[in-house]
């Protein structure tokens, strides 16, 4: 057993190494924000890649918490191509929601693991600056999202500050717009953005699925890497739906800004996170330019 352990940490030396003074720009969401040894563990995750040198960075998601929040209130949640469709309560909830609950619990849990966090929304600082997002249908048809918002611009001098200082950066998916309007964005989206501003050496995504299939249906054809030409055809050829379409935009995002390298790996593994970043098998999609 303690030989098994220190190959262990044998084999996680030169990543230790490589990536020491690296940013890393996480987004965390899905199950491992639901499931407590989940969250335990990527907690963890975040709190050892601190300690080896690392700068994490988390962009955090909260869908599902919103959802139950709206319709505690009446709202009934509607999707189109995996993006909320945000009227001005909704938008309300949303902040009430990401910003006020689901930061807070983040940083709290990180700070008991000895990390010192700081949250913040994209409105911090002008982190993100936001404009209403134009979404066309499949069928080519303009749909008002309401306050869906893109990413129109990343101010990185709030995270370098606290980056600088030791601290990990918390970040809701708030942009602010024109005139001081909050705008719901994508987490994906966000933390493409924020990791092509700030040239990440790695971008992970956690997901609630294995990584990326070169069927949707098929389970066992589970791609261990992808280029970035292959995820925009299957965009354009409509093969890809759901949630998968903004996480692989966000990809695209993040390589065409110069991230090295993204991960798209299955939250629902325990410590997923360490076995993408640490190990020589990885886990998930990795996604090159």
């Known amino acids: 057993m303690a030989l098994d352990k220190a190959a262990v940490l044998a084999e996680a030396l030169p990543y230790i190494r490589q990536f020491s003074g690296k940013t890393v720009v996480i987004k965390y969401g899905g199950a491992a924000m639901a499931a407590a040894d989940l969250k335990a563990a990527v907690m963890q995750d975040i709190a050892l890649m601190k300690y080896v040198g690392m700068h994490p960075i988390v962009v955090h998601g909260g869908g599902p918490e919103v959802s139950g929040m709206a319709k505690q209130m009446g709202i009934e949640p509607r999707f189109v191509d995996g993006l909320r469709v945000t009227d001005a309560a909704t938008m309300a909830i949303a902040q009430m929601v990401l910003v006020g609950k689901t930061n807070r619990e983040i940083v709290t849990h ?3 693991q000895g990390v010192k966090a700081v949250g913040l929304s994209g409105q911090d600082g002008g982190l993100i600056r936001a404009v209403r997002h134009l979404h066309r249908s ?7 999202l309401g306050f869906v918002g893109d990413v129109a611009a ?3 001098a709030v995270l370098e500050t606290l980056t600088a200082a030791g601290y990990v950066p918390v970040i809701a998916p708030i942009g602010l717009g024109p005139g001081g309007q909050p705008y719901n964005i994508n987490a994906d989206t966000v933390a493409g953005a924020i990791a092509a501003a700030l040239k990440a050496e790695k971008l992970v995504l956690l997901t609630d699925v294995e990584g990326v299939r070169a069927d949707k249906d098929d389970p066992g054809s589970l791609l261990s890497r992808v280029t970035a030409q292959e995820v925009q055809g299957w965009i354009a050829r409509g093969k890809l739906e759901g949630g998968m379409i903004p996480k692989l935009q966000c990809c695209i995002t993040a390589l065409e800004g110069g991230v090295n390298r993204v991960h798209i790996i299955d939250g629902r593994v325990p410590h997923s996170l360490l076995l993408e970043i640490f190990t020589d098998e990885g886990v ?3 996604v090159i330019k």
Do not use: F
């Open 110 to 112: 990180l700070v008991e």
């Open 138 to 144: 499949r069928t080519g048809e303009m749909v008002d």
């Open 154 to 156: 990343v101010d990185t």
């Open 284 to 286: 998930g999609t990795m």
